[in-house]
């Protein structure tokens, strides 16, 4: 069985409350990537951005995927991977490392949702999000240019859902339904 299950996708698509959903349901650990740097770094996200720019957080992004993808994390009664829902940052597949080693750990979901319906989930917080208020453009033609921008690397990923109608629950349950197949096709046997 795969040790880890990646969410990732754009911002607003449902990436951490999905993620900690599907992790509880599965009784799997959650890691979220954007958390851990944060709490890491002692400051929020756009604090870092600010502060010290976007390679810096990159770099930070870098190295958090790789300890949560490293393979160290073993179960202290029977040996085997301690299996996790790892939610990871909208720009973080965008890294030709960082995608690498998500693929190699585990299969990789990537969350979507049509660009209206993410202006809309991200409202007043947009000002809180630092890709978004970069280009001087109105949100919903930003929020278009970063898809845009981003769509080769969110394509590498194993499996997409769109999150644009669905209930979070919904999103969950479509989560784990592609994960048990994605798993079924890789352990099955050859002819």
């Known amino acids: 069985m795969t040790?880890?299950?990646?969410?990732?996708?754009?911002?607003?698509?449902?990436?951490?409350?999905?993620?900690?959903?599907?992790?509880?349901?599965?009784?799997?650990?959650?890691?979220?990537?954007d958390l851990?740097?944060?709490?890491?770094?002692?400051?929020?996200?756009?604090?870092?951005?600010?502060?010290?720019?976007?390679?810096?957080?990159?770099?930070?992004?870098?190295?958090?995927?790789?300890t949560l993808t490293s393979g160290h994390d073993h179960c202290a009664q029977c040996g085997n991977p301690?299996?996790?829902?790892?939610?990871?940052?909208?720009?973080a597949l965008v890294d030709e490392q960082n995608c690498a080693r998500l693929k190699q750990a585990g299969i990789v979901v990537c969350l979507t949702a049509r660009p209206e319906t993410i202006a809309v989930r991200v409202g007043n917080s947009a000002a809180r999000r630092p890709k978004l208020t970069e280009g001087g453009q109105a949100l919903e033609q930003r929020i278009r240019t970063l898809m845009a921008e981003r769509a080769s690397a969110y394509a590498r990923a194993d499996v997409s859902i769109d999150t644009s109608?669905?209930?979070?629950?919904?999103?969950?349950?479509?989560?784990?339904?592609?994960?048990?197949?994605?798993?079924?096709?890789?352990?099955?046997p050859s002819a």
């Open 36 to 66: 851990i740097i944060a709490a890491r770094a002692g400051k929020s996200v756009a604090e870092i951005f600010a502060q010290h720019g976007e390679a810096h957080f990159r770099t930070l992004e870098r190295e958090v995927i790789a």
């Open 3 to 33: 040790a880890k299950l990646i969410i990732t996708g754009f911002m607003a698509t449902g990436k951490s409350t999905a993620g900690q959903l599907v992790a509880r349901r599965l009784g799997w650990r959650f890691a979220d990537t």
């Open 165 to 188: 109608d669905l209930a979070l629950e919904q999103v969950a349950e479509r989560v784990i339904d592609v994960f048990v197949l994605r798993e079924q096709s890789r352990c099955k």
């Open 82 to 91: 301690r299996p996790a829902v790892i939610s990871t940052g909208g720009g």
